[in-house]
């Protein structure tokens, strides 16, 4: 069994080089830290900045107007969400795992020597009075809808609801109610000649999740519920859904994700993409709402062509920011979890840049609330003006 370290840095490999990387060489296995120390270290995500207090609920849903695309033989397209929201009473709920059960142990086997991170969300407790906007969040490739917890936290205990989705099949490992694990089963690219076509289908995929998650959340908001297992909702969800404002994010293949799902979906009024490169037909038609782009440096050798093309084409409020000193898994829980793991620098600086993980989740923060905060609420956003001495990190392109 893989230990906790070489799992977190195989979904980091998988995720920076996007669908091709299922066919890379896999990372070194890393000795667990059980074999050099003797206490297990408890993994901790940063806590949330925001006045409220958040509840958290999994959903099943089941689309049987399709097959699945990656594995035919399962007849409906099966997904796992989680809601992420302000609530009202916690007394009695218990907090809930950075990752469900099952697949808590698959990534953490016993005599790891880690323990994994427990979230600041209570599971089930009943949502805060009031019309929230809601967030959709879409992780990269080949990672769960775990993967930017610290920021979707941070959103929720600011007053949105936010909504991470499981693509199953395309996320390493995803749990469903039953017991049963999905696994990754997206075949890579048989040439670099079919690469195009892999990342096409898999930008497909996710739209189609992602839209009908949207459908579900409408039913959830009209007081039905979706769960095709039928456990019952947090008390209050379907009242909290403002779904008259609703904006999207992801990381790398999640931030093209939002970019498409935003084309195909005039319901998704804003946008955020965690250093993406953009497929599909996005950059070119362009969009006409707002949306901002949020990376690593992206100049020189490392420049990313699809990103001028996709700048050149936004019609709405557009922004353009980079974190100095990231790398591409900045945008996400790695950036505080693989040093945690004592993972060696020169093997995480590659993936996660030279920035502070925690430094980097306190920059990255204030920027997509910001975002949200202007173009769900109509309130704030001083802070994508232009630079901030607060955050002298962020530089404003071009």
Known sequence: ????????????????????????????????????????????????????????????????SRPDPWVPAERARELMVQVWYPAGEVRGHPRAGWVSPGVAARINPPGSGFVLPVTHAYTGAPAARGRRPVVVYSPGFGLERTGSTALVEDLASHGYVVVTIDHTHDAQFVEFPDGRIATHA???????????????????????????????????????????????????????????????????????????????????????????????????????????MMGAEHEGPDADET?????????????????????????????????QTGTPAEQSEPLIGSIDGRRSVAVQRPYVRAFFDKHLRHRGGRLLAGPSARYPEMRFRP
């Open 1 to 64: 069994m893989k230990t906790l370290v070489a799992v977190l840095a195989s979904a980091a490999t998988l995720l920076a080089g996007a669908p091709a990387a299922a066919a890379a060489e896999p990372p070194p296995v890393l000795p667990s830290r059980a074999a050099t120390a003797g206490a297990d270290i408890r993994l901790t995500l940063p806590p949330p900045t925001g006045p409220e207090r958040i509840g958290t609920a999994s959903v099943y849903l089941v689309d049987r």
């Open 307 to 339: 990103w001028d093309r996709m700048w050149s084409r936004l019609r709405g409020p557009r922004y353009w920011i980079e974190l100095d000193n990231a790398g591409h898994l900045s945008f996400t829980d790695f950036q505080v979890l693989l040093p």
């Open 186 to 292: 997206v075949p890579p690219p048989a040439s670099p000649d079919d690469e195009a076509a892999s990342l096409a289908k898999v930008l497909a995929v996710r739209v189609a999740d992602t839209r009908f998650v949207l459908d579900q959340l409408t039913a959830i908001g009209r007081g039905r519920n979706p769960d095709a297992s039928g456990r019952p909702l947090p008390r209050g969800l379907g009242q909290a859904l403002d779904l008259s404002r609703v904006g999207m994010f992801g990381s790398s293949m999640g931030g093209a994700g939002a970019a498409e799902t935003m084309l195909m979906d005039r319901r998704v009024r804003a946008g955020l993409n965690l250093d993406g490169t953009f497929f599909g037909r996005a950059p070119d038609a362009g969009l006409d709402r707002p949306f901002l």
